[in-house]
């Protein structure tokens, strides 16, 4: 199975960029689609952004289109997420996961990492 670490996160101001990054072994990353997912205090872990094995197609939530940008190195086993103009709602802690299908948000499986926060301040 893949296992991820989640690294990058950190305080930022409103409209500021971040980049996360998530750093897998242990399994097939280079043959499987990734995704990014976030939990907001208070509320349930949500579907962010996702990209099928090769890095060819890319599936984005609506309240990140347009802002993040979802990419992967796979010679190594990184998964990044560009996050432009953060907006205080974009506050969560962030989660990297290994999917079944890019296009199916709750086709994760294997191993959740500790996530990585991200604070956006106004």
């Known amino acids: 199975q893949v296992l991820v670490a989640e690294s990058g996160g950190g305080v930022v101001q409103a409209g500021a960029s971040l980049r996360l990054s998530c750093a897998a072994s242990g399994g097939t990353f280079e043959t499987s689609d990734m995704g990014w997912f976030r939990q907001a205090p208070g509320k349930e872990r949500e579907f962010v952004a996702s990209?099928?094995?090769?890095?060819?197609?890319?599936y984005y939530a609506d309240s990140v289109k347009g802002r993040f940008n979802i990419s992967r190195d796979n010679a190594k086993n990184q998964l990044y997420l560009q996050m432009n103009t953060l907006k205080r709602e974009d506050t969560a802690v962030y989660y990297c996961a290994a999917l079944y299908n890019y296009t199916d948000v709750h086709s994760d499986f294997g191993t959740w990492g500790q996530g990585t926060q991200v604070p956006v301040s106004s």
């Open positions: 990209i099928n094995w090769i890095g060819e197609h890319t």
